[in-house]
């Protein structure tokens, strides 16, 4: 089971009604990206605490679930304050190439500070929502929405795989360190090539073995969610 999954089952609000939980996403996304500065500060921070609170996760752990999104933000924010002029006091950190200026636009710096509050209150609100609400919940609530029926299998069976190719890379990666697979660069390279093909296998014996599972049971081209 996945970290986050077992959060999901096991916090204080498990028995809340879901439908009532999304309502509270979605009014936290909204918040996260109104105008209103301040007001999402105060929404970013009291989302965390609650967050925290309710699932009984460790701050370490909490905000170690971050550092997968912050390499994402950091090239947003590339993206929008870096650019060229010919007027290099317009720029911070300026440097020349050719006959312009590369640098941070000082007039763009506050547009990336606002950009970064809204994305990480829209965050913090997915987490609040993944780490108290199980996976059958959720489906619950996109079934309760009249999402279509072949959005709703195709979420299921994503869901699935990933717990296959988790459990399969753990397994694969824990072999090789056993066997010294990552002592030097040569190795770990060679390991990981070793890793990612053995991954692509199991995950396609898997599928096999599930498309098997679901002729034996007449499947006949429909989840009953």
């Not at 500060?41 to 701050?59: D, E, N």
């Not at 299998?153 to 190719?165: G, K, N, S």
Request: some cysteine; hydrophobic content about 55%.
């Amino acid at each position: 089971m996945l970290s986050i999954d077992k959060y999901a089952y096991e916090n204080r609000i498990v028995n809340w009604s879901p439908k009532f939980k999304a309502l509270l996403w979605l009014v936290g996304i909204m918040l996260a990206f109104q105008p209103i500065q301040w007001l999402k500060v105060i929404v970013l921070v009291a989302v965390v605490a609650i967050t925290i609170y309710l699932t009984k996760v460790s701050v370490k752990r909490y905000f170690s679930w971050f550092y997968p999104i912050i390499p994402f933000v950091i090239l947003s924010i590339v993206g929008i304050v870096v650019t060229a002029s010919v007027h290099k006091t317009s720029l911070i950190w300026p440097v020349k190439v050719g006959s312009v200026y590369i640098g941070m636009a000082k007039v763009m710096m506050p547009k990336a500070g606002r950009m970064v509050l809204q994305c990480m209150t829209a965050i913090v609100c997915t987490y609040w929502f993944a780490l108290t609400t199980p996976f059958i919940q959720i489906l619950q609530v996109l079934k309760a929405a009249r999402f279509p029926r072949v959005m709703i299998e195709v979420t299921m069976l994503m869901y699935r795989f990933i717990f296959i190719f988790i459990d399969a890379f753990e397994q694969i990666r824990q072999a090789q360190k056993l066997r010294f697979g990552y002592d030097s660069l040569s190795l770990m390279i060679r390991s990981s090539g070793i890793l990612a093909k053995m991954l692509f296998e199991q995950v396609i014996i898997n599928y096999e073995m599930m498309t098997k599972a679901l002729d034996a049971k007449l499947y006949d081209g429909d989840f009953y969610i």
